[in-house]
């Protein structure tokens, strides 16, 4: 989840859209502005990847998840 500040979202969104580990990106409403779902290939490529966002101008603060098991639904 990332928080961005208002007058940097456009900026933040296409510097996301460029990075090869973000899958997708999702706007959202409330605390976050965006989800980005992930993929790297390890755990050390995945925190250089956070270290990477979290460096990029205009987001203020991120929280991160780790997908532990997926279910189809239907």
Same mark, same amino acid.
């Given at each position: 989840?990332?928080?961005?500040? *208002?007058?940097?979202?456009?900026?933040?969104? $296409? @510097? +996301?859209?460029?990075?090869? @580990?973000?899958?997708?990106? $999702? /706007?959202?409403?409330?605390?976050?502005?965006? %989800?980005?779902? +992930?993929?790297?290939?390890? +755990?050390? /490529?995945?925190?250089?990847? +956070?270290?990477? %966002?979290?460096?990029?101008? *205009?987001?203020?603060?991120?929280? /991160?998840? %780790?997908?532990? &098991?997926?279910? &189809?639904? *239907?």
């Amino acid at each position: 989840m990332i928080e961005v500040v *208002g007058k940097f979202a456009d900026r933040v969104a $296409h @510097q +996301l859209r460029g990075l090869p @580990q973000v899958r997708s990106l $999702h /706007s959202t409403n409330g605390r976050w502005d965006f %989800i980005a779902e +992930l993929e790297d290939r390890d +755990l050390a /490529s995945f925190d250089e990847t +956070l270290r990477r %966002i979290r460096l990029i101008e *205009g987001i203020n603060t991120t929280e /991160s998840s %780790i997908l532990l &098991k997926t279910s &189809k639904v *239907g």
